[in-house]
């Protein structure tokens, strides 16, 4: 339409006159409107499935799926348990551990040494640290030496300062 001259499109205009013109005459005729030539038909209604029908096609799909599924089955391996106990080893486990609880319920029923108070224990631990402990003596030559020593190394950096 946008490449038309304009006595093309007074022509159309022309057209569409003389067919509302007709349209309306139509309807003088039948006595009631006449519907416009430009009015398209009016989509059809939706069509609904009968019950039956898609009971079939539900049971259909079933069957299809239940296929699948048995394929599937027959081709998967089964998944490999990993990690995990054995009986045997549960059971080496199980004694091992009652053996201790034993023991330690053993310990604690057992009569026990006596006990001595408590100045007795700490004096005869003194005494072991003396044993023990060795005091350590530095000479007086050998202060005189690490004195020397210490004076000397802060005179050369005092002397590298100035």
């Known amino acids: ?25 139509l309807a003088d005729i039948f006595g009631g409107e006449s519907k416009p030539a430009s009015i398209t038909k009016a989509k059809p209604a939706k069509r609904k499935l009968s019950a039956s029908h898609l009971a079939k096609i539900k049971a259909a799909q079933k069957l299809r799926w239940s296929k699948f599924n048995a394929a599937k089955a027959k081709t998967a391996p089964k998944p490999v348990k990993k990690g995990g106990m054995s009986a045997a080893g549960r059971a080496r486990i199980v004694a091992a551990q009652k053996a201790r ?18 100045a ?14 060795v005091k350590r003596v530095i000479s007086p030559e050998a202060r005189a030496k690490m004195a020397a020593a210490a004076k000397a190394m802060w005179a050369a950096k005092k002397a590298a300062k100035k």
């Not at 038309?4 to 007709?22: F, G, M, N, V, Y």
């Not at 023991?103 to 108070?117: D, H, L, S």
């Open 1 to 25: 339409m946008l490449n038309l001259t304009p006595s093309q499109l007074r022509q159309a205009a022309d057209l569409q006159e003389k067919i509302a013109k007709l349209q309306s005459e």
């Open 101 to 118: 609880w034993a023991k330690i319920k053993a310990a604690k029923t057992a009569p026990k040494a006596p006990v001595k108070p408590v």
């Open 120 to 133: 007795v224990v700490k004096a005869a631990a003194k005494s072991a640290a003396k044993a023990v402990k």
